[in-house]
Each structure stands twice: as structure tokens, then as C-alpha cells.
């Protein structure tokens, strides 16, 4: 081998060695709201104001044991991160998969109060987070809440606190229809942002919310 040909095998070797590793923890998510069940009970959940999320975690997870799930609120423009007091670790759950993690949401609204319920690559789970809280409406008015996605345009890796989806009613608009005010709700414009939903309390008429994130340890 000529000194041209070593020098070039060994650039591509140093390029393997500082890639490969950043390319492996990278974490990819994907989103559905599609439920893999009959129609009845489609409309059954319809009827009863439910709305359901699944979330797809990809990412090598072979460097790590648990994943921890926080919550923060966003109101009257300050985000506060819920602390249940314990160590991360002991309000986790055991990493079964070391190639990602799938975590589906139901969330029922009744006024202006949520409850979600949560299962973990197919086990319904109680996990130590809040289920049940009150998200104030905008003064004079009511929302519709959804479980909304928070992609993000920058990559996440498996050291980062990724935020998976948030709770939301979208940008909260006002328009005059042939004379009659009339309030509207925009998801998408909200959800396109591609902003972490920790910003999102920056974005006018972007009232109250929650928002949900993951971390591996």
C-alpha cells in the first residue's frame, strides 16, 4: 500500500470513528393518530371527546437503563417543570427495548379539564407524572384541547431532554364572519413551527398549555 492510499484509508477510519457514534445516538420520532381498532369503537371515542396519539421513539438505547417522563406547564407566560420530589431514576421505567421506545396517549377533556392515560411498548402503565389538571381557558371563551406533536428542526440525541408532545389549543385567533365575531383555533400553524414547546409561550395568542418530555438514563 503507497503512503496516498494508507493516508486515505486512515482519514476514512478517523471519519467512521467520530460519526458512527454521533449517527447511533441520534433520536428520530415519529407520529400517529391513527387507532388500530373497529369503527364502533371509533366513534365511540369520538362521541366520548377523545383523542389519541402514538409516539415512536428511534434511537440506540443500548448505553441506557431507564427513561424518565417530566411535565411542565405553561401559563400566564412561565414555564414550570413539575417536581414530584424523588430521584429521576426511581420515577422511571426499565428501558426494554434498546432500539426505541413506542408510547401511545388517550386524552379525554371535559371543560376546561384533561385526563390522559399512557401505555409503554404495549402495557398500559401509571406513570408518576400528572394525568388530571385544569388548563385555563382564554378569558371569555373555551378551547378544544388536543394532544399535539412538537416535532423540532434540530437534531436530538439520546443525552438530551427531548420533548414528545404537548397539550394544547393551538393559536387562539378571533375573526369577523358577515358581522359576528367569531373565535378559531389554529393546530397546524402551531405544530409547523417546529419550535421546543418551551417557546412556545412567545408566540402570540398561544395561550395556557402543557407539554410533556422523555430523557434516558
Not at 30 to 51: A, C, F, G, H, R
Not at 93 to 109: F, T
Request: with cysteine.
Amino acid at each position: 500500500m503507497d503512503m496516498k492510499t494508507y493516508k486515505s484509508c486512515l482519514l476514512i477510519t478517523l471519519l467512521m470513528i467520530v460519526v458512527m457514534p454521533t449517527f447511533a445516538q441520534t433520536v428520530h420520532i415519529e407520529y400517529s393518530e391513527k387507532i388500530n381498532t373497529d369503527v364502533p369503537t371509533q366513534l365511540s371515542l369520538k362521541l366520548d371527546n377523545k383523542t389519541y396519539l402514538k409516539i415512536d421513539v428511534e434511537a440506540d438505547l443500548s448505553s441506557k437503563k431507564t427513561a424518565v417522563f417530566n411535565f411542565y406547564t405553561a401559563k400566564n407566560g412561565d414555564v414550570t417543570k413539575f417536581d414530584m420530589g424523588i430521584p429521576a431514576q426511581m420515577s422511571g421505567i426499565s428501558i426494554k427495548n434498546k432500539e426505541g421506545m413506542s408510547i401511545e396517549v388517550m386524552m379525554k377533556q371535559q371543560l376546561d379539564s384533561v385526563a390522559l392515560s399512557f401505555a409503554v411498548d404495549g402495557r398500559v402503565m401509571d406513570l408518576m407524572i400528572p394525568r388530571n389538571y385544569t388548563i385555563p381557558f382564554p378569558e371569555g371563551r373555551t378551547c378544544n384541547y388536543i394532544p399535539m406533536e412538537t416535532y423540532l428542526d434540530q437534531a436530538m440525541d439520546v443525552n438530551d431532554e427531548i420533548p414528545i408532545f404537548a397539550v394544547t389549543g393551538g393559536i387562539c385567533g378571533a375573526m369577523d364572519f358577515m358581522g359576528t365575531p367569531m373565535f378559531t383555533q389554529d393546530y397546524c400553524g402551531l405544530r409547523d413551527k417546529h419550535q421546543h414547546p418551551k417557546e412556545w409561550i412567545n408566540i402570540d395568542d398561544v395561550h395556557n398549555y402543557c407539554f410533556y418530555t422523555i430523557e434516558f438514563h
